[in-house]
């Protein structure tokens, strides 16, 4: 029913670039926040970047100023572009959806950012 599909994840060198989107269905999107998370092996899933229904931003310490999360809830998506991307920023990223009244919380399947020469 609720479905979030992830794309724009591959393969780049270090100082590239990536945009990430995130598709949502089956869900009210502009009443709930967005985000990015990302999972890099041996580690805990940690936030990247989240957005909130009202637009609010806030990023985790090592992305800011790098990647910017927008979203477009006529399109029912949520973006994230990433720049200067180096090794550290190899993951899976995850497109998260949040719904704090109704307490309802999705995950996307993840899609694989590998930055490396």
């Known amino acids: 029913q609720v479905q979030l599909v992830e794309s724009g994840g591959g393969l780049v060198q270090p100082g590239g670039s990536l945009r990430l989107s995130c598709a949502a269905s089956g869900v009210s999107f502009s009443i709930y926040a967005m985000g990015w998370y990302r999972q890099a092996p041996g580690k805990q899933r940690e936030m990247v970047a989240v957005i909130s229904s009202s637009g609010t931003t806030n990023y985790r310490d090592s992305v800011k100023g790098r990647f910017t999360i927008s979203r477009d809830n006529a399109k029912n998506t949520v973006y994230l572009q990433m720049n200067s991307l180096n090794a550290e920023d190899t993951a899976v990223y995850y497109c998260?959806?949040?719904?704090?009244?109704?307490?309802?919380?999705?995950w996307g399947q993840g899609t694989q950012v590998t930055v490396s020469s």
């Open positions: 998260n959806a949040r719904w704090y009244v109704g307490q309802r919380d999705y």
